[in-house]
């Protein structure tokens, strides 16, 4: 079994899926573990929605009202479990509403990384859309909620797995750290 460091530096995003997914009990679990990202005040300002099946009909519907077009958009049946993640910014004194949504989008990130360790294809997608009336009702979301995305999750194929077996790109970590001592 390899360490945390290097199972985060082998992952990669998945932007072709199969389509198997993760069972309920399964995105459940993944969830609890998710939601211990940092969270000023544990205000748990987010919530998740999975989309499967018609749903995701539903929201190429949506994308294509808030778009101007006739034709549903195909893009939601890109993977068999889109999963929305939404800010659910929550009345506080102690944590900004920047701090709130910093903590939705750990617990996204947090989940794909959670997913794809656990061996499923995932990729976060966004677009011009994702704040429009259209996808907004289509969610059902609150007056105050809002979208970042949605993970698209499925199983690998199994060219993804010997890409995941190429050396991992390189990310130069005195590159992007300023010491300040003293």
């Known amino acids: ?10 992952r990669r995003s998945g932007s072709k899926v199969t389509e198997d997914a993760p ?25 998740l929605i999975a989309l499967r099946g018609e749903a995701r009909h539903r929201l190429g519907v949506a994308l294509a009202e808030a778009r101007g077009d006739s034709k549903p958009s195909s893009k939601p049946l890109r993977a068999p479990l889109l999963i929305a993640i939404v800010v659910s910014p929550v009345a506080s004194k102690k944590a900004s509403a920047w701090e709130q949504e910093a ?36 969610h059902g979301l609150d007056v105050h909620e809002y979208l970042l995305g949605w993970l698209y999750v499925g199983g690998m194929p199994e060219h993804a797995e010997r890409k995941k077996t190429k050396k991992p790109r390189i990310i130069d970590g005195e590159s992007f750290l300023t010491v300040i001592d003293g």
């Open 1 to 10: 079994m390899t360490d945390l460091p290097e199972r985060l530096r082998a």
């Open 23 to 47: 069972r309920l009990d399964e995105l459940r679990e993944l969830v609890e573990a998710a939601g211990h990202v940092a969270d000023h005040g544990a205000l748990r300002p987010w919530r």
């Open 103 to 138: 903590t939705a989008s750990g617990v996204a990130h947090m989940l794909s990384l959670l997913l794809s360790d656990a061996g499923w294809g995932v990729m976060w997608r966004t677009g011009d859309a994702v704040r429009t009336e259209a996808v907004h009702r289509m």
